[in-house]
């Protein structure tokens, strides 16, 4: 069959590599790619948004099935613009997007649903949204409604944080019309853990557990950014806490989706916070997590198409989806002085070294080729991956990657995976072998 991935990040390389591996699969086009996608299948110069020159593309050439990348696509509608062309893709429609296109939608939902999650008000007026932020303790959470590519929360320690988040969203509209609302919410403690779910609308089956590093530098220091490195799957998570979060939000959130009369057909993505076993949705995201793509697939020893088809045709209930019992870990190499301003342009050595491991790929997201050169052409650049038996050795071997690859001003952190051990007390129950 004929598969197109529409999009552009380390998180699509992740997704055509895994497809690759597929029997099903005989050719891969993916739009707009990356030379690392390029190695996999054949990138089209089409971009992720034009959706009527996708369809276009994807009818000619006899796509079987398009599989959708990034949230941008999946909130405008991609979906439902596919399928009214009779074209098959997998994601969420334009209406089930709104579980990541709208923090009011989604709190909202939550809140009807009794989700578990911060408590929160919604304001368009700054004055109101101040006079509430007088009356709550700090930290405080400000959210701009709307995609904000990974960049629209303000974790605010001070009112002078807090007035400049509400200013530079409602006053400023740094986000545009994204930021014509936000959330204001209670700050929650504890540690951050992602849940991916297949869902067809009637079933939900939970993916491995895996953590994010969202701040840029060491001990999670830092601003925000897309994800600094991962692993799979989070010792944090283990039977109990993955039931509970089973029962107590995945359950839960199917029910309200049928119940809003939404056919969620994709990748539900929970972003949680754990404080003592309790978990809380601090956001819910409706495709794969950029960088725990990274490390899930490589984990996923069924294959993705038949997963896909299951869920487009509804019966996913019927499919054992198994895993590697492996661990993976990833770390994203960024340009210098990313997420803030970087210079592009760099020239990048030393893939060709780990190109023939069998237990490290290199998922490129920030890249181009020009006269046969690889540079930098983003933020986050790549993301070194390996997997194995414990995280030790794929932290090592991680790490030893990291090592062998090279361009000016290459910023990564070095403790991805390092939380596991730091926290090993919690762990103690398992022995070391086990993390
Ligand atoms: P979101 O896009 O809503 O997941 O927010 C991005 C990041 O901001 C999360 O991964 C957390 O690190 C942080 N964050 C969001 N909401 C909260 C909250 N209520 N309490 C503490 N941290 C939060
Ligand atoms: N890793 C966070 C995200 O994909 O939104």
């Known amino acids: 069959m004929k598969v197109l991935v529409i999009g552009s990040g380390g998180r699509e390389h992740a997704l055509v590599w895994k497809l690759a591996c597929s029997q099903k699969v005989k050719k891969i086009y993916i739009a707009p790619g990356n030379p690392g996608t390029g190695d996999w299948g054949e990138n089209i110069p ?16 006899g796509v079987d099935l398009a599989i959708v990348g990034p949230e941008e696509p999946l909130a405008r509608g991609i979906v439902d613009y596919f ?26 939902f939550m809140k009807k649903y009794q989700i578990p999650t911060a408590e929160y008000e919604v304001f368009t007026d700054p004055e109101e949204a101040i006079a509430y932020i007088k009356e709550k303790d700090f930290p405080i959470v400000i959210k701009a409604e709307g995609l904000a590519a990974g960049k629209g929360v303000i974790v605010a320690w001070t009112m002078e944080e807090a007035l400049e988040g509400i200013n530079s969203i409602l006053v400023d509209k740094v986000y545009g019309s994204a930021g014509a609302r936000i959330v204001v919410e209670e700050f929650l403690a504890g540690e951050e853990a992602t849940i991916l779910a297949f869902t067809d609308g009637k079933t939900i089956v939970p993916m491995l557990a895996s953590q994010d590093h969202k701040q840029v530098f060491d001990n999670d220091q830092g601003p925000n950014t897309g994800g600094m490195g991962a692993y799979a799957p989070a010792p944090i998570v283990d039977e109990a806490l993955m039931k509970r979060v089973f029962q107590e939000i995945l359950q839960p959130t199917l029910k309200g989706l049928q119940e809003e009369g939404i056919d969620f057909k994709g990748v539900l993505y929970c972003g949680l916070m754990i404080k003592d076993g309790v978990p809380k949705v601090l956001e819910y995201n409706v495709r794969f997590g950029d960088p725990e793509a990274q490390v899930i697939l490589p984990l996923l020893k069924t294959d993705l198409v038949e997963i896909a ?29 990313y997420p803030g301003e970087y210079v592009t342009g760099k020239e990048i050595t030393g893939l060709e070294e780990l190109s023939a491991r069998e237990d490290i790929q290199v998922f490129q997201a920030g890249t181009k080729l020009e006269d046969g050169k690889l540079l930098t052409a983003g933020g986050r650049v790549l993301a070194v991956t390996a997997w194995g038996a414990s995280f030790r050795e794929v932290i090592e071997k991680a790490y030893a990657g990291v090592e062998k690859i090279k361009f000016p001003d290459a910023h990564f952190r070095r403790d991805i995976g390092g939380k596991i051990f730091k926290d090993r007390e919690k762990y103690k129950q398992k022995s070391l072998r086990e993390v």
């Open 46 to 61: 089409i971009e992720a948004l034009d959706f009527s020159a996708l369809a276009k593309f994807a009818r000619e050439k």
């Open 83 to 108: 399928q009214e062309k009779g074209l098959r893709i997998f994601g969420p429609d334009k209406k089930a997007a709104q579980l990541e296109g709208s923090k009011v939608f989604s709190k909202g």
């Open 309 to 337: 088809e299951a869920v487009i045709e509804g019966r996913l209930e019927e499919l054992e989806i198994e895993w590697y019992d492996q661990k993976a870990l990833c770390v994203v190499m960024a340009s210098g002085g």
